[in-house]
């Protein structure tokens, strides 16, 4: 197998998130998309974005 070249967004939460509707729900929630399916309470979530310029994976 080989690695190739690839330029894609990767999202990195290094903490948990604590994603709750704005407002009730009726369905399984865990079967649903956040922000898709239903509106998010965006006041429970963290704000701020970080940049990184490189970032390197190594495969043995």
Known sequence: M????????IVLVPFPLNVQPLHNIHADKDELRA?????????LLPEGEVYLDTVTIEWP
Do not use: E, P
Request: glycine letters at 6%; hydrophobic letters at 35%.
């Open 2 to 9: 080989t690695l190739h070249w690839i330029d894609y967004s």
């Open 35 to 43: 922000g898709k399916d239903y509106a998010v309470n965006r006041l």
